[in-house]
């Protein structure tokens, strides 16, 4: 039997294919500024067409650099929007030249410390942290020795670059266009009951947002207290089952405000199982702005966060922070926009 034979596309070949230089080929692929707009896609579109992968163990030999930055969250499978977060970053990394090492940690600071301490140091060249769990200290001290952007960590000086989503300025728009349709005995489904004095000790996104709809809600004498703020997992089925549990109990609300458009989507399946009519009965909100809320029915009203944005954010800073080493390098702190998306979950008359 004939074994298959392996046809190994080379830099010269991308070059060729582009009609290019061999060293214009590898700037374009590295994202150097030198190269045209023009002349980089061109390159970038023929190692697409191409299927060129880069011998990344001589580039590092040659370069000392591997063309490599890491990509850490907590989950994927469960959260669309980190798993949406990872393409864009993904995608606008190659468009850099870069590749891009993913690794999701389950929440678990042992094993975002060990990925990032065995495998984004030893063969990245610098890594974004999405949600990491890792504490401020670790993360500082991490910092110093190797590029880093944080999205959405802990509390942080500002010696780290961070991006940060507007967990409470949303929050504080969901619940206010709640109440704009009409809304005054409000739910908020996806976290623990805290205090508002313990919510703003916090840097934690869940508890950002709920700090977020206690005050708006307060702005309009509506109070959350314990009974109204319905803890449960970010994933559909626990949603689910938490409104499931609870409209059991009571359904004396009219608005309900999910900490996520996942969690969101396991209200509604839940209201509707019981014969609750969405807007009609209960209007609902949701935060993210996944692109699946527009196809439910109703549509899912939400705080819509542009990923490619984040990225975007994300991959500045780290390109900065990877150019200059720590003592020249000025952090920076980016605060990111939203969009409240109405739909027909709150289209109440």
């Given at each position: 039997?004939?074994?298959?034979?392996?046809?190994?596309?080379?830099?010269?070949?991308?070059?060729?294919?582009?009609?290019?230089?061999?060293?214009?080929?590898?700037?374009?692929?590295?994202?150097?500024?030198?190269?045209?707009?023009?002349?980089?896609?061109?390159?970038?579109?023929?190692?697409?067409?191409?299927?060129?992968?880069?011998?990344?163990?001589?580039?590092?030999?040659?370069?000392?650099?591997?063309?490599?930055?890491?990509?850490?969250?907590?989950?994927?499978?469960?959260?669309?929007?980190?798993?949406?977060?990872?393409?864009?970053?993904?995608?606008?990394?190659?468009?850099?030249?870069?590749?891009?090492?993913?690794?999701?940690?389950?929440?678990?600071?042992?094993?975002?410390?060990?990925?990032v301490a065995d495998i984004?140091?030893?063969?990245?060249?610098?890594?974004?942290?999405?949600?990491?769990?890792?504490?401020?200290?670790?993360?500082?001290?991490?910092?110093?020795?190797?590029?880093?952007?944080?999205?959405?960590?802990?509390?942080?000086?500002?010696?780290?670059?961070?991006?940060?989503?507007?967990?409470?300025?949303?929050?504080?728009?969901?619940?206010?266009?709640?109440?704009?349709?009409?809304?005054?005995?409000?739910?908020?489904?996806?976290?623990?009951?805290?205090?508002?004095?313990?919510?703003?000790?916090?840097?934690?996104?869940?508890?950002?947002?709920?700090?977020?709809?206690?005050?708006?809600?307060?702005?309009?004498?509506?109070?959350?207290?314990?009974?109204?703020?319905?803890?449960?997992?970010?994933?559909?089925?626990?949603?689910?089952?938490?409104?499931?549990?609870?409209?059991?109990?009571?359904?004396?609300?009219?608005?309900?405000?999910?900490?996520?458009?996942?969690?969101?989507?396991?209200?509604?399946?839940?209201?509707?199982?019981?014969?609750?009519?969405?807007?009609?009965?209960?209007?609902?909100?949701?935060?993210?702005?996944?692109?699946?809320?527009?196809?439910?029915?109703?549509?899912?009203?939400?705080?819509?966060?542009?990923?490619?944005?984040?990225?975007?954010?994300?991959?500045?800073?780290?390109?900065?922070?990877?150019?200059?080493?720590?003592?020249?390098?000025?952090p920076e702190q980016v605060?990111?926009?939203?969009?409240?998306?109405?739909?027909?979950?709150?289209?109440?008359?």
């Amino acid at each position: 039997m004939r074994e298959a034979t392996t046809i190994v596309t080379t830099l010269d070949d991308v070059a060729g294919e582009a009609g290019v230089s061999r060293m214009t080929a590898s700037n374009a692929l590295r994202g150097k500024s030198s190269v045209k707009p023009a002349t980089a896609r061109r390159v970038l579109e023929a190692a697409q067409r191409l299927g060129y992968r880069p011998n990344l163990a001589a580039r590092r030999l040659s370069s000392g650099r591997s063309g490599i930055i890491g990509f850490s969250t907590v989950e994927l499978d469960r959260s669309p929007f980190s798993a949406a977060l990872a393409a864009a970053v993904s995608d606008q990394a190659f468009s850099m030249g870069y590749q891009t090492l993913i690794q999701q940690t389950r929440q678990m600071a042992s094993y975002e410390s060990s990925m990032v301490a065995d495998i984004a140091t030893q063969f990245c060249e610098g890594t974004i942290l999405s949600a990491p769990v890792l504490s401020a200290d670790s993360i500082a001290a991490l910092n110093r020795r190797y590029p880093l952007v944080v999205f959405d960590g802990p509390r942080l000086d500002s010696s780290v670059d961070t991006v940060r989503s507007p967990n409470r300025q949303g929050a504080q728009a969901a619940v206010e266009h709640l109440i704009d349709h009409g809304c005054r005995r409000i739910l908020v489904l996806g976290t623990a009951y805290k205090a508002p004095d313990q919510l703003a000790q916090t840097s934690l996104g869940r508890e950002q947002r709920l700090l977020g709809a206690m005050q708006a809600a307060q702005g309009h004498g509506i109070s959350l207290g314990s009974e109204d703020v319905v803890d449960c997992d970010w994933d559909q089925g626990s949603a689910d089952q938490a409104m499931a549990v609870l409209l059991t109990r009571r359904r004396d609300f009219d608005g309900v405000f999910a900490l996520t458009d996942v969690v969101a989507i396991g209200a509604l399946h839940a209201l509707g199982a019981h014969g609750v009519r969405v807007p009609e009965q209960v209007a609902l909100i949701g935060f993210d702005g996944l692109e699946v809320s527009r196809f439910l029915t109703p549509a899912l009203s939400t705080i819509r966060v542009d990923t490619d944005r984040v990225a975007a954010e994300c991959l500045r800073l780290l390109m900065a922070r990877m150019k200059d080493p720590p003592s020249r390098h000025q952090p920076e702190q980016v605060d990111l926009p939203f969009t409240l998306v109405e739909a027909g979950s709150t289209a109440r008359s």
